[in-house]
């Protein structure tokens, strides 16, 4: 008798491991957006930017990661119609869309969706292919969120870019190993269980 795991199936993300049904996948979207809001409040101001570093990011690329594209995309999209309409959930408690910051969770719904059909084609299984796709990630957030701050505060480019883009780096790279992490180790737990 053999005492290897059987691997779980490529097609999956983790939230397909659950019993499937509406009521999950409705938890699982609904559990997304307030995983995200409350990552949101541990936010530090950075000097010199309208931007603070907050756990959101992270929250979003892991919901998308965990949760698959489509329930990854619904679920970023409650948490921006929930804090369009008044829910102080953003980064620092705030709400609305009239914040030079509102194109970074522009760039998480999208960068959850990538991320998200990336893990169902098996990206969250190893370190490296995590490393990549948590990268990928950002780069989306990023490629959304710095040009509408520089829109929305009236900064040029490169003063977008210094503002919203380089003090965020190095925390970015941390979440990142976080998530390089955590996610091939539960699949690993997983398939040991399998």
């Known amino acids: 008798m053999s ?3 059987a691997p779980v199936r490529h097609g999956v993300v983790l939230a397909d491991l659950l019993p499937a049904t509406r009521a999950r996948d409705i938890a699982l979207v609904a559990g997304g ?3 995200t809001g409350i990552a949101a409040q541990i936010a530090v101001p950075v000097p010199g930017s309208p931007v603070p570093v907050s756990g959101q990011t992270f929250a979003a690329l892991l919901v998308g990661t965990a949760l698959g594209a489509r329930r990854g995309f619904l679920s970023l999209a409650l948490y921006a119609v929930a804090g369009v309409a008044g829910m102080p959930w953003f980064a620092q408690a705030t709400s609305g869309y ?8 522009l760039g998480m719904l999208l960068a959850a969706t990538v991320v998200g059909a990336l893990a169902r084609r098996g990206a969250d299984r190893s370190v490296p292919r995590m490393a990549g796709t948590m990268a990928l990630g950002s780069l989306i957030i990023y490629a959304v969120g710095v040009p509408y701050l520089a829109l929305a505060t009236g900064m040029t480019l490169p003063q977008a870019v210094a503002a919203g883009l380089t003090p965020f780096l190095i925390g970015d790279a ?3 190993a976080l998530a390089m992490g955590v996610l091939p180790t539960a699949w ?7």
Do not use: E
């Open 3 to 5: 005492t290897a795991a």
């Open 174 to 176: 941390l979440k990142a």
């Open 188 to 194: 690993k737990a997983i398939g040991r269980k399998g």
């Open 98 to 105: 009239a914040m030079p910051s509102f194109g970074y969770i």
């Open 33 to 35: 957006a307030v995983l």
